[in-house]
């Protein structure tokens, strides 16, 4: 019988990793995010707008949260406003998304209501996107 080794360095590591979670509604946006983050050595997890988002965020304490803005899409805005006003999570660190730019400046003009958040119109180049989790909570 087999059993694979487990390297408890290798543990000690990923278990020291920056955690980022990106909520998006788009499966495979999220499948792209994931892939690209893990091999920056981020640890990363990833779900789609439910209404368990935020007990989600409270227990996992990521460093970084990654939202999606969509058109005609309350969910987003919904947990901005709430992540902004707890006291438990807003101080996590936001990284606003969207293909649609006008949503961007609406989060921007309203931010007094969902926090000061930096954003990324997509598609985005990878080179913005790291730069941007760099500028917020440094490398992994």
Known sequence: MSELATNPDEERA???R???LGVNGHPP???LLREILQ?????VTTTNYVPQTFDLITALKPNLIIVDLVVYQLAGWELL?????????CAIPLLLTSTNATLLE??????ARYGDH???VSPFELT???????SLIGKA
């Open 106 to 111: 609406r989060a921007r003009d309203e931010a």
């Open 39 to 43: 091999d920056e050595h981020f640890n």
């Open 81 to 89: 406003e709430r992540l902004h006003q707890d006291v438990v999570t």
């Open 118 to 120: 930096p954003v990324l």
């Open 128 to 134: 913005d996107l790291l730069q941007a989790i760099e």
């Open 14 to 16: 990923q278990a020291q």
């Open 18 to 20: 920056k955690h980022i």
């Open 29 to 31: 946006f999220l499948e």
